[in-house]
């Protein structure tokens, strides 16, 4: 026969699949000689053998619960129904995972007519024992037999007031005997039955509740979101009551091993005297703080310290524990792990080694990389107030104080004066990206977590906030409201990416700084890690950011950023809009100090670390005006003003505009195809990189520039790009009379690329891998299309599991990373590889990375200390590697 029923002391808590984790835990507990009211649970197997034979219990595990009940009246010495010396349980249901939106705990079952007798004559307290009873009534009648406690309150209110009284405190004995007769005629009334006088059906109408619950809307609702499987069942325990509202002797309490916000370690929870179970969290009287406890009653604290030590010593980690004293003498009724902030985790890790408790491995394991987050963001500092003034989703963390803007041209123009200004939008789309660079933070009131905002800003470390559905946007008259509240162009609001919260005016912030103890973390994690960790910069200010979060250089800067500025689009757009070769040169001959100055910025904030530059990428006509905005200026003129030399220029720019107008340019003249076409700018880029190489190398850094040639399909294109660098070195070499040692590789984004790795390896002293673009190309998606369409939709109907754009598609767009790297090692077994798209600052695909033999991953500034961090875990996950020492070093 199969074992459903296990008493506490037959469990432990390896066993939190059958037991549940609270189960579990009180099993381990018992065994360890802790002071638990004795019990038993009924298992997960039993909630799954309850569904199978259509919602009934088994007779084999109805048999169990008795024989076990039996058990546990032994051992109290307590019996069931017995008015002379009762015995009460509660029933607790507990699954795998902790999930709110289970049944409720239900407190002294087991109680009836004759039960409370006895128990007024034991306590003797017959207020205590009546009060006891009217409560359970209440909650057994809402939680197992669907009784709307409304009733109960009612009928509680209505006999208070008959009587006079202003509170619970002054009914007495037999106030509460009225209340009960009372409350018996409301279930009478609701359920057509009477109120359950035999404990055994009241136990048995408990468990079924608890095995329904499973299933209810609001459990399917909370595993949906978490991820958690609908078979695992929840179990159900059952064990004896203590009380803690036996008088001042008694109470009960919560309390964490260590403080769950800063990770100190000091007993951190609160207690009530003379109160029972939920009490405390139902905030009916205010509870005092765990430390005054050692004045009330000094054994018991004493006695209550020893033991969370102990649990913590026991299981290795904070623990968050509830207590319960019945006339003085303590009983311990659930311990887990206890939940914490970024902050408390990473303390509460680093102390563990430090006390000897785990060893570093295991520190660095138990700090969610997703959670450190929170930390490297500027925040609102928590002393001053905030009013909320609108809510919107958390799309990108940090916080900003700015003036109210709805263009991306003004928010530029105000950025480039120094003004903080903050972009509200509809929604955004890649037009507003000068925008977006020049704000603090960007709201949108359209758009989801994984709109173009949300993307942007998250790979800028901007704050943002998307979908505030309550802010009203008047683009014409230049304001917004929210309610009755009206904000105009220029107004100061302060916004926060965490919480998704705008509210008016400056509130001041905290600068994000890495705590002692966090850097201790990352200093182990760089220990550890077998995996190099690089930034995606484009300019010296995120430069300095990546090297002081600790990137080993930079994987992936973007040279199109710095054509964007407004001081230089002009001379790009006159680049572009050249009639010949020669006022191409002029324009390009004008560009290239600026770069060559940026590149140097760059190379001295990354002092000799690595720095990988892309040349240019996107389609030229993304530096030219809108089509459409031209258009109506162009029939405007031709009204008002048809001889007007203005005229000419703007329908010479229209026409160029028209020119380069494309119906794809995703898949358009991008990447390597705009160096085929017009080689003299991708050379003028390259010589901007070797000039500033030279300064560098004067000044004695050891500067070696990896340049990198984007959208590679076939090997002939990079062939060609290739030479063009080779000879622009050699030229720079020449003026200059400095050599500058440097390697040229090209990224993988096209499928055909990474089917012919083993040909463009020839070619390729590194490969990277742009996983955006990658994930474009393979699935077919046009990211802002798909984004803004569809995506949803097909990872709410589970279509794909994830946002393949945030999480990387392992098994499709990963199959053509791992082809990649294999083909490419084939034919140059030393070829560099790495990720530079958004997913090398994501956990899971930073362990993918791993697996696949990457030798780094680069991400956004603000994200290297969680990569240093997850690729550390992928390394202990997976063990070390026996790559060439040299490339990991050199990352
Ligand atoms: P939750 O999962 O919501 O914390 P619990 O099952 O832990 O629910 O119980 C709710 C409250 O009832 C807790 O304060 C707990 O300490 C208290 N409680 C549960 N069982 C008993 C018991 N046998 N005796 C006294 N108090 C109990
Ligand atoms: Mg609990
Ligand atoms: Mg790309």
């Given at each position: 026969m199969k074992k459903y029923v296990y008493l506490?002391?037959?469990?432990?808590?390896?066993m939190k699949e059958l037991l549940g984790g609270k189960g579990a835990n009180l099993a381990e507990m018992t065994n360890i000689g802790l002071p638990v009211p004795f019990g038993f649970t009924i298992s997960t197997e039993a909630c799954n053998a309850y569904y199978e034979s259509g919602k009934t219990l088994p007779n084999e595990v109805m048999d169990q619960v008795l024989e076990s009940l039996n058990n546990l009246q032994q051992k109290t010495g307590k019996t069931f129904g017995d008015p002379s010396n009762p015995l009460l349980v509660s029933v607790r249901s507990g699954s795998v995972f902790s999930m709110p939106g289970m049944m409720d705990t239900i407190l002294n079952?087991?109680?009836n007519d004759e039960t409370v007798e006895g128990i007024a004559e034991l306590t003797q307290n017959a207020r205590f024992a009546y009060d006891s009873y009217r409560r359970f009534i209440q909650m057994f009648s809402d939680v197992?037999?669907?009784?709307?406690v409304y009733y109960f309150e009612q009928l509680l209110e209505e006999t208070r007031e008959q009587k006079g009284?202003?509170?619970?405190?002054?009914?007495t004995a037999e106030d509460w005997k009225e209340v009960i007769e009372g409350y018996k005629g409301i279930v009478k009334k609701h359920t057509?039955?009477?109120?359950?006088?035999d404990p055994k059906e009241q136990l048995f109408l408990a468990i079924d509740a608890v095995f329904n619950s499973w299933n209810n809307q609001r459990a399917i609702v909370y595993r949906r979101l978490n991820k958690i499987?609908?078979?695992l069942g929840t179990a159900v325990n059952i064990q004896s009551m203590v009380f803690g509202?036996?008088?001042?002797d008694s109470g009960t309490g919560v309390a964490f091993t260590?403080?769950?916000?800063?990770?100190?370690?000091t007993l951190y929870g609160e207690y009530l005297i003379n109160a029972q179970g939920e009490d405390v969290v139902a905030g009916i009287r205010t509870p005092q703080h765990i430390s005054t406890l050692k004045n009330e009653m000094q054994e018991v604290f004493s006695q209550f310290s020893e033991t969370c030590d102990r649990l913590e010593q026991h299981y290795r980690d904070m623990q968050d524990i509830e207590f319960t004293v019945e006339r003085g003498k303590l009983f311990i009724l659930q311990t887990r792990t206890g939940k914490r902030t970024a902050q408390a985790a990473i303390r509460i890790a680093v102390e563990m080694v430090t006390e000897g408790i785990i060893d570093k491995k295991e520190a660095l394991l138990?700090?969610?990389?997703?959670?450190l987050n929170q930390l490297l963001h500027r925040r609102i500092d928590d002393k001053y107030e905030r009013k909320q003034l609108a809510k919107g989703l958390p799309a990108s963390p940090g916080a900003a104080t700015g003036q109210v803007v709805f263009d991306a041209d003004e928010a530029e123009v105000l950025g480039s004066e120094g003004k903080k200004v903050i972009l509200v939008r509809p929604e955004t789309t890649p037009d507003d990206i000068h925008g977006i660079i020049a704000a603090q933070a960007v709201v949108t009131t359209r758009g989801g977590m994984t709109s173009h905002a949300a993307v942007v800003a998250r790979g800028m470390g901007k704050a943002c906030i998307c979908g505030c559905e309550s802010l009203k946007i008047d683009l014409r008259s230049k304001q917004f409201s929210v309610g009755d509240t009206l904000v105009k162009h220029g107004d100061i609001i302060t916004i926060d990416g965490a919480s998704g919260e705008i509210m008016l005016g400056e509130i001041p912030m905290i600068e994000p700084e890495l705590s002692a103890e966090f850097k201790q973390l990352l200093a182990w994690a760089d220990e550890e890690r077998d995996l190099g960790v690089r930034a995606n910069a484009d300019n010296p200010e995120d430069s300095k950011k990546a090297f002081e979060f600790g990137?080993?250089?930079?994987?992936l800067c973007r040279t199109e950023h710095m054509f964007m500025d407004a001081k230089r689009i002009p001379i790009v757009q006159a680049m572009i809009l050249a009639e010949n070769y020669e006022e191409r040169i002029t324009a390009l001959d004008q560009l290239l100090p600026m770069q060559q100055e940026d590149f140097e910025g760059i190379f001295e904030a990354m002092q000799d670390l690595p720095v990988t530059i892309r040349l240019l990428d996107p389609?030229?006509?993304?530096?030219?005006?809108?089509k459409e905005e031209l258009l109506v200026e162009v029939t405007k003129l031709q009204i008002t003003?048809?001889?007007s030399s203005q005229l000419k220029e703007k329908e010479q720019l229209l026409k160029k505009v028209r020119q380069l107008d494309e119906f794809n340019p995703m898949l358009g003249h991008r990447g390597c195809r705009l160096g085929m076409i017009h080689p003299e700018i991708y050379a003028m880029q390259a010589k901007a990189i070797f000039y500033a190489a030279a300064q560098m190398l004067k000044k004695g850094l050891q500067i070696k520039p990896e340049i990198m040639i984007p959208?590679?399909?076939?090997?002939n294109e990079l062939r060609d790009m290739r030479k063009l660098v080779i000879e622009a070195g050699r030229q720079v070499k020449e003026e200059t009379g400095v050599e500058v040692a440097y390697t040229v590789g090209t990224m993988i984004e096209i499928p055909r690329a990474a089917l012919t790795a083993d040909q463009i390896a020839g070619e390729a002293d590194f490969f990277s891998f742009g996983t955006n673009d990658l994930t474009q190309t393979t699935f077919g998606f046009s990211r802002d299309d798909a984004e803004g369409k569809f995506l949803q939709t097909y990872i709410e109907d589970k279509?794909?599991?994830?946002n393949p754009f945030a999480v990387l598609d392992q098994e499709g767009v990963g199959l053509l990373v791992e082809m990649g790297v294999k083909l490419g090692r084939q034919t140059k077994p030393e070829l560099k590889t790495g990720i530079c798209g958004?997913?090398?600052?994501?956990k899971d695909s930073i362990d993918f990375c791993y697996r696949t033999g990457l030798d780094y991953v680069s991400c956004s500034p603000y994200r290297v200390p969680l990569a240093r961090l997850a690729a550390a875990q992928a390394t202990i996950r997976h063990g070390k590697r026996n790559r060439e020492e040299s490339i990991i070093s050199v990352m």
């Open positions: 506490f002391n037959e469990g432990n808590s390896g079952l087991g109680m197992v037999l669907d009784v709307d009284y202003s509170s619970d405190p002054e009914m057509r039955k009477s109120f359950p006088q499987p609908d078979h509202n036996m008088g001042n260590r403080d769950p916000s800063t990770g100190e370690k138990r700090v969610d990389p997703d959670q990137a080993g250089g930079i994987g389609p030229l006509h993304e530096f030219l005006p809108d003003d048809p001889q959208l590679v399909g076939h090997v279509i794909l599991p994830e958004e997913h090398g600052g994501e």
